[in-house]
């Protein structure tokens, strides 16, 4: 199976904070990542896929990168709604497996 | 409007059964590859099983293999997730999930139900 690792697991940051989020997969998927946002009591949204495109509504502040095994979501300037669980997902090989998650909270 | 309405959760028994339903709108369901992925209590996601849209092959975890059975009724716009010899373990919220671009593996998963939380206790 793919394992996905998320660093960091948990961070700290204000409204305006550049945020940076890397995952990483234990073999090659290309660019078959997702990058998934949750809050509290609800179903993730997706916010990029294929490493790099933006799901169509979700604002630009939010961009993905990355090719192979690592990859990273951006946020550029964070506001008040982005504190959340963020998760990528790997759907390149099943068993399809998601990160740990990343936590950003004030 | 792609929409997904999970239904058929509740507490059941170790050992016991239950079937949860996903009533899907809103795309031509039977086009789409389809998924459910279930969420513990504060823990993250998994992937549970995935479903082909027309040949309905189907694809599982090994935590669930030869307990759960995915399948879809596309009559009915409908997926299904028969679950048995439910265990403390499969306790979570499990939601469904549409496949972008109509395969799972190609496209991931771009719209996801509400869910339906399952327990497993005596």
């Known amino acids: 199976d793919i394992q996905m690792t998320q660093s960091p697991s948990s961070l700290s940051a204000s409204v305006g904070d550049r945020v940076t989020i890397t995952c990483r997969a234990s073999?090659?998927?290309?660019?078959?990542l997702d990058w998934f946002q949750q809050k509290p009591g609800k179903a993730p949204q997706r916010l990029v896929y294929a490493a790099s495109s933006l799901q169509s509504g979700v604002p630009s502040r939010f961009s993905g990168s990355g090719s192979g095994t690592e990859f990273t979501l951006t946020i550029s300037s964070l506001q008040p709604e982005d504190f959340a669980t963020y998760y990528c997902?790997?759907?390149?090989?099943?068993?399809?497996?998601f990160g740990p998650g990343t936590t950003v909270d004030i | 409007e792609v929409q997904l309405l999970e239904s058929g959760g509740g507490l059941v028994q170790p050992g016991g059964s239950l079937r949860l339903s996903c009533a899907a709108s809103g795309f031509t369901f039977s086009t789409y590859s389809m998924t459910w992925v279930r969420q513990a209590p504060g823990k993250g996601l998994e992937w549970v099983s995935s479903?082909?849209?027309?040949?309905?092959?189907?694809v599982y975890a090994d935590s669930v293999k030869g307990r759960f059975i995915i399948s879809r009724d596309n009559s009915k716009n409908t997926l299904y997730l028969q679950m048995n010899s439910l265990r403390a373990d499969d306790t979570a919220v499990y939601y469904c999930?549409?496949?972008?671009?109509?395969?799972?593996?190609?496209?991931?998963?771009?719209?996801w139900g509400q869910g339906t939380m399952v327990t497993v206790s005596s």
């Open positions: 997902l790997q759907h390149n090989t099943y068993p399809f497996t």
């Open positions: 999930g549409h496949c972008s671009g109509g395969a799972c593996q190609s496209g991931g998963f771009d719209i």
């Open positions: 073999q090659g998927i290309r660019n078959d």
């Open positions: 479903i082909s849209g027309r040949d309905t092959t189907t």
